[in-house]
């Protein structure tokens, strides 16, 4: 069974950092698009940042460029988000996904594992 485990999250006040963490297995990692999304309080989940299986390419919604880095390492099957200049709108529940395949993947019915989540709160 595959299985996405994130970590990292926690409560920082703004303009502080976090660096989640987000460790897959039992899947080829490197054949798989991995994306970070985010649900709010209250909120429907969206989009955060996306890194591409075949090339690397990254995509990031607007509201976290120039602040947020998604990256991976292929040989620890693990991907991560450096989150700087954090803001009271990004709390939220963090999600780390796979999906088989190699585009943008912005869409969340594109992907086919999920982790559990975990809770980044930033307080002002």
């Known amino acids: 069974q595959v299985h996405l485990v994130e970590s990292g999250g926690g409560l920082v006040q703004a303009g502080g950092s976090l660096r989640l963490s987000c460790a897959a297995s039992?899947?080829?990692?490197?054949?798989?698009?991995m994306g970070w999304f985010r649900q709010a309080p209250g909120k429907e989940r969206e989009f955060a940042a996306t890194?591409?299986?075949?090339?690397?390419?990254?995509n990031y919604t607007d509201s976290v460029k120039g602040r947020f880095t998604i990256s991976r390492d292929n040989a620890k099957n693990t991907v991560y988000l450096q989150m700087n200049s954090l803001k009271p709108e990004d709390t939220a529940v963090y999600y780390c996904?796979?999906?088989?395949?190699?585009?943008?993947?912005?869409?969340?019915?594109?992907?086919?594992?999920w982790g559990q989540g975990t809770q980044v709160t930033v307080s002002s």
């Open positions: 890194i591409v299986a075949s090339d690397g390419s990254t």
């Open positions: 996904a796979a999906g088989r395949f190699s585009r943008r993947g912005l869409f969340q019915n594109e992907y086919d594992y």
């Open positions: 039992r899947i080829t990692f490197s054949y798989y698009t």
